[in-house]
């Protein structure tokens, strides 16, 4: 499955961003969906994670209550709404995909990827 994230672009803390990623090739019915985002000069880190029914949601602690993830099955798009955003938000996000049906585990290895959408937030 090809992965093509979007909806990043420049905000000013306390602004809105909807991101997307639409996923190609075959359905992602079957897999789990995870945000992830990488700072200048940091390390990669999830974000948000959803399972193949929604049933199964994880946040970070430092997006909990401001980022709310979700998925359209039927669109083969995952969304990830961003509302409140701080400059700490800065980042290239990632939409990654990996073939589970299981709640959250942070071990899991994604097996696809999206190129990545930049978000940027001024203060």
């Known amino acids: 499955v090809q992965l093509q994230a979007s909806g990043g672009g420049s905000v000013q803390a306390g602004g809105s961003l909807r991101l997307s990623c639409v996923a190609s090739?075959?359905?992602?019915?079957?897999?789990?969906m995870s945000w992830f985002r990488q700072a200048p000069g940091k390390e990669r880190e999830v974000v948000s994670f959803?399972?193949?029914?929604?049933?199964?949601?994880y946040y970070a602690d430092s997006v909990k209550g401001r980022f709310t993830i979700s998925r359209d099955n039927a669109k083969n798009t995952v969304y990830l709404q961003m509302n409140s955003l701080k400059p700490e938000d800065t980042a290239v996000y990632y939409c990654?995909?990996?073939?589970?049906?299981?709640?959250?585990?942070?071990?899991?290895?994604?097996?696809?990827w999206g190129q990545g959408t930049l978000v940027t937030v001024s203060s």
């Open positions: 990654a995909a990996v073939e589970y049906s299981g709640s959250y585990d942070p071990g899991l290895l994604y097996s696809n």
């Open positions: 959803i399972n193949w029914s929604g049933g199964s949601i």
């Open positions: 090739g075959r359905t992602i019915s079957g897999y789990a």
